[in-house]
DNA sequence: TAGATTGTTAATCGATTAACAATC
DNA sequence: TAGATTGTTAATCGATTAACAATC
């Protein structure tokens, strides 16, 4: 079932590997060339089998008894398979508070992101350059998105006018989209969605936070 | 086990409800009083049965057959399950990009969570206002936070002084933090913590990009 | 060699979904 | 009443963890 070189991930395991690749990263700095996955599982509050089996199922590479894993090894294999070597190109609808701040973001470069503009209807933004990124007109993005192959759409627009922007980058070619406004959208199966919902994120810590005030 | 007025919901259950809560308050605003699990599942892609376990897990009032729930009071027993009608005050430490674009979120109030002041260490920042929320240097936080019984902890500081100003705010009295600094943090048993990680979100989607297109 | 660490199989845990009786 | 919809029990699925042989 599984070939060589594309090897499948559970989600868990996916959501995890960028946490393992900020650690290596981190430590090679740091000077350290071999880990034990012991040691990374206890770093980051993990279980070492998890570890172990996380890393096993992406990468060809093994770990020597005793030793560990190779540090250097484990950031080649883990950037290789998030596909943060050959970058994605994408592109942002809604250049309001959060879409500037995502497009200053530097940080994306290292996930393989790399936002080639930002696109409004507000005509003061419109012509700007963010970041080195140019705000274009919406009625632009079509033309982008097939001129530059774009795969990949961040939506930062207000929800009521989600689902339009949505549309449009689906019928301009766009496969995966990143949204931050809080709308179901509906999309074909051909397309892949991920919701980034920091609502949800809040609504759990709260929650544990009233069970941890309760219990005292 | 599970005691009346105060249930236990799966973390799953709970990172759902906050969807449920969004959809809810649309569909209200729209005119609609009654919905049936079936549909509701529909229109934001669940199965109905998790939506019936879910809502049977926090609520006590009761869906009818043939009709459905009440969407008032779905609404009522959501918000109230998820601690959004008693506020809680936080802080954020970290007035940089990102740290302003929350600082100017307005949605927060909808999850119940009110920032209530910012810290930093920066002089340009320190004593500006955003979005009515004073900018304080970092020393005054421990006063501020004793002060107002605070509870709750937001960090969008560079990794680096992540861990300095987790201490500080533990030491300071705060038992919840939600951070954006990506990195693991060493914390008390009796403290819960929350990492936002875009950079996981991105990963996940550009997996299921690449496998997608790998599919063609 | 001895023992720390790996990789994998089996057991457990938790969450989702299927099946179905109850009921408005 | 008939049938749509609920609530719950049982079955399934997926992810985590425990147990342990292999090995450097």
């Not at 000077?31 to 034990?36: D, T």
């Not at 994306?108 to 350059?129: P, R």
Request: aromatic share 6%.
């Amino acid at each position: 079932m599984t070939e060589k070189d594309n090897k499948e991930a559970s989600k868990a395991t996916v959501l995890r590997l960028p946490i393992y690749l900020r650690y290596l990263k981190r430590i090679q700095k740091e000077g350290v060339s071999v880990i034990s996955s012991t040691r990374l599982a206890t770093d980051i509050s993990l279980n070492p089998v998890q570890v172990r089996k996380d890393l096993s199922s992406i990468s060809s590479g093994a770990g020597k008894p005793k030793v560990g894993f190779k540090v250097q090894e484990l950031i080649f294999e883990i950037s290789n398979f998030l596909g943060y070597d050959n970058t994605n190109d994408a592109v942002l609808v809604g250049v309001g508070r959060l879409g500037t701040t995502l497009l200053n973001y530097s940080g994306f470069n290292n996930y393989g992101l790399n936002i080639i503009a930002g696109f409004d209807t507000n005509s003061e933004v419109i012509g700007k350059t963010i970041a080195n990124k140019p705000v274009y007109d919406i009625s632009e993005l079509p033309s982008i998105v097939k001129k530059h192959s774009i795969k990949m759409g961040i939506i930062t627009v207000p929800k009521e006018n989600a689902q339009k922007i949505c549309n449009l980058m689906i019928n301009s070619g766009i496969v995966a989209i990143w949204t931050f406004s809080h709308i179901h959208l509906k999309i074909p199966d051909n397309v892949v969605i991920k919701y980034e919902d920091m609502g949800a994120s809040l609504a759990l810590l709260s929650n544990q936070l009233r069970t941890l005030l309760s219990k005292k």
